[in-house]
């Protein structure tokens, strides 16, 4: 009597019979390999899920540049909308839903935009910190001024120091009304330094190539 032939099945050119120890264990490593898989697969979920979120803050002329589809665009303005927490978390599973069916390309250039904006916020925010020196510096310390002049010739020497004098004027008169707990009040003289610097900053900034925003923030 012929013996029936060993069921199993070839692997790189080497026979696996079934129910041997060798293919207990290439199903041990195929059921490891799923498992990396899923788990995988769940993290580019919850990426392109935050990403979605990240849509919201985005700027419009740099979402218009990504040509998203109109499902989308809506979707993003409608959870802008929508205050209700629950409802709220409903519309942005369905905005990541939409983002896992964007092409790469398309998500890469989503990512390149909200870099775009964080680092257009980055030097606006490193723009007004300089402004805020220079108009500190410039009332506090008189050379300042001949500084400010050398690297912004094109100023109004005149109208500078006369903000600079009333500046100082209306501190000395605000010292002397202060009362402890009350927050420090400025007069029109200092906010307009912190505007003339920083207009004259940006200006400079656009000059060399930068792309730096004007904020009419006045600290």
């Known amino acids: 009597m012929s013996r029936k032939p060993t069921k199993g099945y070839f692997v790189r050119g080497q026979f696996v019979a079934l129910g041997s120890e060798l293919d207990q264990e290439l199903k041990r490593e195929l059921k490891g390999s799923a498992e990396m ?4 697969l769940k993290k580019e979920s919850d990426r392109l899920q935050a990403l979605g979120e990240n849509l919201l803050t985005l700027r419009s002329d740099l979402m218009q540049k990504l040509g998203l589809s109109e499902k989308l665009v809506d979707a993003v303005a409608e959870a802008k909308r929508i205050t209700n927490f629950e409802g709220r978390r409903r519309q942005m599973q369905f905005i990541g839903k939409l983002m896992r069916k964007l092409d790469e390309e398309t998500v890469a250039a ?44 094109q100023s109004d020497v005149q109208h500078l120091r006369a903000l600079i004098r009333q500046a ?33 900053l940006n200006q400079g900034a656009d000059d060399d190539g930068d792309d730096m925003p004007a904020d009419d923030d006045q600290p």
């Open 110 to 153: 989503v990512e390149a935009a909200l870099d775009e904006q964080s680092k257009g916020s980055a030097k606006g925010t490193l723009s007004l910190h300089m402004a805020e020196q220079w108009r500190d510096r410039l009332i506090a310390d008189d050379d300042a001024l001949t500084a400010w002049m050398q690297m912004d010739p």
């Open 37 to 40: 898989s899923k788990t995988d």
């Open 168 to 200: 100082r004027k209306d501190a000395q008169a605000t010292q002397a009304q202060e009362r402890p707990g009350e927050a420090v009040r400025h007069g029109k003289a200092y906010r307009e330094i912190f505007q003339t610097v920083k207009a004259a």
